[in-house]
């Protein structure tokens, strides 16, 4: 089947511009989550969406960015006034169920630069 | 605060040699230890998890409590093993996974 896709793979932006990243999990997965992967800095945990609950936003960096998933489904990251140190991959991920530990599928990722 | 470390930007051996990516945690309580791999131009993938006990492509990783340790081993490395990867905790209930910052792997001929 499908797996998780994210759009767009790549977006160049202005500084102080607002972007959107779309992530489609894999379909029936209940938990979704984001992540940036930075040069040098690795993985860092963003968001983590399960079910109906209220999101997981400890990892979210600062007020600029927010993300929401809409029927249970697609989620959308959104940075706002974005700096030069928002570039980044973001990756989406999506797995099962949240209660106990299940894989977590990664999508291709969003490349963003901001000039 | 959880941690994840992993001493080597880099490794790079020769094939057929042994492997050892080192990983280092750190967690005050019981955490879940992941190993994750990225090849080239593909998506970030489990390899294997510590609780499953299992070898996954030859490779091996023994949750160490006393030294804080989740190295990932492998007797004979392949030239399809070079890759990155990251080494990844889950604990205190939140799902989010921590990373290490990865180590890529270089397999030589």
């Known amino acids: 089947g499908a797996g998780v896709s994210q759009s767009p793979s790549n977006k160049v932006t202005e500084k102080g511009k607002d972007v959107e990243l779309r992530c489609d999990p894999i379909?029936?997965?209940?938990?979704l989550y984001w992540y940036r992967q930075s040069l040098g800095q690795g993985l860092e945990f963003l968001i983590y969406?399960?079910?109906?609950?209220?999101?997981?936003k400890s990892g979210l960096p600062s007020d600029r960015f927010s993300a929401e998933r809409t029927g249970g489904s697609v989620s959308t990251l959104t940075i706002q006034r974005t700096q030069q140190e928002d570039s980044a991959v973001y990756l989406c991920?999506?797995?099962?169920?949240?209660?106990?530990?299940?894989?977590?599928?990664f999508g291709p990722g969003t490349r963003l630069t901001v000039l | 605060a959880q941690r994840v470390t992993q001493p080597e930007k880099l490794l790079s051996v020769f094939k057929g040699a042994p492997v050892e990516l080192k990983c280092n945690y750190s967690?005050?309580?019981?955490?879940?230890l992941f190993w994750y791999v990225q090849y080239s131009r593909q998506r970030l993938q489990l390899l294997l998890r510590?609780?499953s006990r299992e070898s996954i492509k030859g490779f091996t990783a023994d949750l160490n409590k006393g030294e804080t340790s989740f190295h990932l081993k492998k007797p004979f490395a392949q030239e399809e093993d070079s890759a990155m990867y990251y080494c990844?905790?889950?604990?205190?209930?939140?799902?989010?996974?921590?990373f290490g910052k990865g180590t890529h792997l270089i397999i030589q001929p």
């Open positions: 991920a999506s797995s099962s169920q949240g209660i106990s530990y299940n894989e977590q599928f």
């Open positions: 379909s029936g997965h209940t938990a």
């Open positions: 969406f399960q079910g109906n609950s209220a999101p997981d």
């Open positions: 967690y005050s309580g019981s955490p879940e």
């Open positions: 510590h609780i």
């Open positions: 990844a905790l889950r604990g205190g209930g939140a799902d989010g996974l921590t």
